[in-house]
């Protein structure tokens, strides 16, 4: 896996030197090859799901159930990412609220049903034993060997979707940090007239991140740094609330909610999970 997320970086950020449209066009491949995917391995578990498996009596402690929320959250992450897209659009103010309700309805529909197949398909203590492989197990039983091939293309293009949604917004957030003076000026530049500066940084430090760290291990890294960012953003939010006609209820809820998702992830994360064997 290490490989392949090394070489989706170098993918990616070709694509992203070539322009929004070859990115818009590769990650429209990449959507659609996981959503299809995990919408065949939906439908078929809730199929033949087990509802004696969904008892609450068989959930995890509260705690771990607040903590993994962590993980679900960097997973959403590139949904922050779509706002990058608005100087590509034809008319930003009507098109890209559309494109974030939508995205987020489909991807919540999916995320819970293939939650639900896979824990009603297996036991909590199986999940767990399983890992990173806990959908190519639940997809066994009904799609056999196809369903652990498909699993692995899910896998890996969602790896190459979820490096484009970092790389995307590289070149365009380094040259207005540079503008702002918060980044050296050579980070707002390009090499040779053509290619970001702040794009290469970035997929230089993904490579050496990916190479030479255990992936799991940045995704919890991850997820704790990106839960401190949106609480801050929430924060300043609120300071500025009057200009953009932000809710201030919602604002404060989402600065809440982050703060304890982050305090119990890393009351159960980054505390005992060392300790374990």
Known sequence: MPVFAVLAVVVMTLLNILGSQAVARAQTVVVIVVLGILTVFAVT?????????????????????????????????????I????????????????????????????????SLG???????????????????????????????????????????????????????????????????????????????????????????????FDLTAIASIGSAIALCVFAMIAVAHLRVRDETGASAWLLVLAVLSTVIVLATFALTTLVDEPRRP
Not at 52 to 80: C, H, K, N, W
Request: aromatic share 10%.
């Open 118 to 212: 896979v824990f009603g398909t297996l036991t909590v203590d199986e999940v767990i034993d399983s890992g990173g492989t806990a959908l190519a197990v639940a997809a066994e039983p009904v799609l056999g060997r196809a369903g652990s091939w498909l699993m692995t293309v899910t896998a890996l293009s969602a790896t190459a979707g979820a490096t484009n949604a970092g790389l995307y917004p590289a070149a365009g957030l380094c040259e207005e940090m540079a503008a702002e003076g918060q980044f050296p000026p050579a980070l707002g530049g390009t090499w040779r007239g053509r290619v970001p500066a702040g794009l290469l940084l970035t997929a230089a430090i993904a490579i050496v991140l990916a190479a030479g």
């Open 45 to 81: 578990t809730l199929a033949n799901i087990d509802l004696d498996l969904l008892a609450f009596s068989g959930y995890p402690p509260l705690q771990d159930i607040v903590s993994s929320v962590a993980l679900t959250f960097f997973a959403f992450l590139g949904f922050g990412v």
């Open 83 to 114: 706002t990058f897209t608005a100087k590509d659009l034809r008319d930003p103010g009507r098109e890209l609220p559309w494109a974030i309700y939508l995205a987020l309805g489909i991807a919540t529909v999916i995320y819970v049903a293939v």
